[in-house]
């Protein structure tokens, strides 16, 4: 057992936080020994209250009353007169930081102005020497290549010169392959071995052929054998099974299982099977969509090899053994033996070794899109040609309590300390992780050097910004997860946004990004602020070039909505209720129609493959550096957040008529009360465009009426978190967004909604229209409260 092993972790660990004193409004000093404290600070530190000693020797009765009256009348007027001063606003705009009185500390530069500033500092040079050095060596959470590079970031972060840094560690069950006894899959005959898949991934260049590397596992996935016939089961979705059991008849029980990666997260794949009694399931990644047919593989291109695998993860969200609350020390734990999420092993292989298996299988032929491009006839089985031949799946993965850490960075604002803009990258990899996730992280380090260099000219925003590396996403959001259940009181009051970059780009095209409807304006912004990185494109800014390669409605660049739970935007938007909005750059998907980059948590994600054919001279990186600080710089110092909310009444008003469109008929004919849903949302579109006529007409004089604006716009968001969760996954609360029950990786529009109808429909389940009904009935309140949220009082 290493020294990763969890060891017991106290509340006196130095590298606790207590973000609820923290973040508190707080004097912040100057090298000089200066204030920097916030405007009612600086109000109430210019009175003085000290009686005049003069006065007070005074021996008349009657002249010390008359003089003490006439001198709390002088200090009133004073007070008064300070008040209007600092208060009242003399032609001025909402965002001028020289005049208003809540821009904070006078002399500051205008947001635009320090955008510029910061982005100008941002220098790709350091970006490549970040990558190269993130990526030298294997990086997962709770191993000795994880921990190395928590101390790495901690160390530069703390040179960067912001305010504070610190280490958040977590105590959660981990998964692991067993290094002396490898997963593998087998084809027998009776005690004889015909064939076995491979234990490692043959070494391509000199970073493939590390000792640390880690053998190819789904972590989480049960520890067994599982030996019976294969069946086919393309990408093992719902409607794959449904195929398989309905028009072919097919009984899947005691089956060993293969499927294609994509479409749908690993997890849900096992799941699938497992609840089609399924012995067992591998799968693997098929050229169709991983390696477009005929062309040059890693290393000569980035596609990926036949040696090639995915790794990943078949585990739900935060850790197991702690649900809904932080794995810190003291905390309750389930056992081992009570989780039941998953109990049939699974292994991935790669498509080289997949092809074995699949070229000797019997049975019909596959519909043609089950097919892939190997070069084989696609069967479906069951069993193979040869009656004799069996697949045998052995899987010896370990589970254990390990000890994962977080790093944590500060700057705090200088006019309202307590209200949060959040960065947020994880930091583990499955082996290198040069793209997915270090990309991000080594531009998240450049990003705190250029802002702590602007703490150094004076230069601090108005808002705190936190930035946030995750260990253990890669297992399960574990990080984000039990660190935004620790600080879950402090985000749900006082957060306005969380930036979530998974990885800065997985090819150097064009920008993606789901967002949080009310983000959207403040992402168009600033990429309109950002050069464009394809210096052979005539198209000057960010903005222009991705409306051009993605365009959207209305004119605007393409965004989507949700954002599923895919990455660690997860528990701050499906939670805790902060608006969020994930981005990277990809490649241009009508050429490749592919399910993602093709080396993905594969061995070949190494340096070698990024600068040589993700982003060679790092220019995408820097523009995602540059989009990154930019946003979070405008959320920081806005003095009126640039929140629509009148977009996400649009969005919703959409989602209600594509419900009726639908499922008009039937629910008519259940008494489903539809009617009240669609009254619902006009009434909160009545609210929204209410909310945003006051908003561009208000007469703002002070600190406090931006406060309540913004509170009002940050509790937007809010309003659509259910308390109670979705039925059967209680850890998901957004009632407009949330991962399919189906997909994790994907959201649905009202997903408790959606979801009870496919159960519906789809399984005959006529016991489900009472939850429908209820569904419906927590959506209509649910969006009427909202609109009560944007009114004057709200009562």
Known sequence: M??????????????????STDLEYENLQDEDGGHRGGWFDKLFSNLSLADDPKMVMKSNRCNRCYLATLLISCLAFLAVGILIGYFVKDNTTPNDNETNPASGLAGQPSVEEAIRKIINRLDKSKIKENLRLYSSDTRMSGTPGGNELVHILEKSWKEAGIDSVKTTPYDVLMSYPNDTHPNKIQLISGNTVLFESATAEKPLDADSNKKTIVAPFNAFASAGVAEGDLVYVNYARIEDFMYLTKNLSMDLTGKVLIARYGKIFRGSKVENAQNHNASG??????????????????????????????????????????????????????????????????????????????????GVEAPPDWRGKLNITYRIGTGFSNASLKAKLIVNNFEEIRTIYNVIGYIKGSVEPDRYILLGNHYDAWVFGSIDPLSGTAALTEIIHSLGDMLKQGIRPKRTIVFCSWGAEEHGLFGSTEWVEEYMKVLYERSIAYLNVDYAADYNYVLTAGTSPLLQDTLYETTKLIANPDKTSSY????????????GENGEPSVYYSLGSGSDMATFYQRAGVPSVDMWFTYNSDKWPILSYPVYHSAYETINLYENYIDPDYSYNLAMAQLWSGMAWKLANDDLLKFDVRRYSTAITHFVSNLENKFSKSWHAQNVNIDALKSAAQNLTDSANKFQTYVKSASIKSAIDYRIINDKMIQFERAFIDPEGLPERRIYKHVIFAPSKYDSYSDNDFPGIVDTMFEIESNKAV????????????????????ANTLDDVGL
């Open 2 to 19: 290493d020294s990763s092993v969890r060891k017991r972790v106290t509340n006196a660990d130095s590298d606790q936080i207590n973000m």
């Open 281 to 362: 399931i591998v799968m693997y990644t098929d050229p169709s969509d991983f390696n477009m047919a005929g062309e040059a593989t890693y290393p000569s291109s980035w596609w990926m090899p036949d040696t090639g695998v995915q790794r990943g993860t078949v585990g739900p969200d935060g850790d197991f053994l702690t649900p809904f609350y932080p794995a810190k020390d003291y905390a309750y734990r389930k056992t081992e033996k009570d989780i039941a999420e998953f109990r049939i092993p699974a292994q991935p292989i790669s498509y080289g070794d997949a092809e074995k298996f699949l070229r000797e299988l019997n």
């Open 540 to 551: 000057k800014t960010l903005y222009d070039i991705w409306n051009k390669r993605a365009p």
């Open 767 to 786: 016991d489900k229209w009472d939850q429908l009904k209820q569904q419906v009935s927590i959506a209509t309140f649910t969006i009427q409260s909202a």
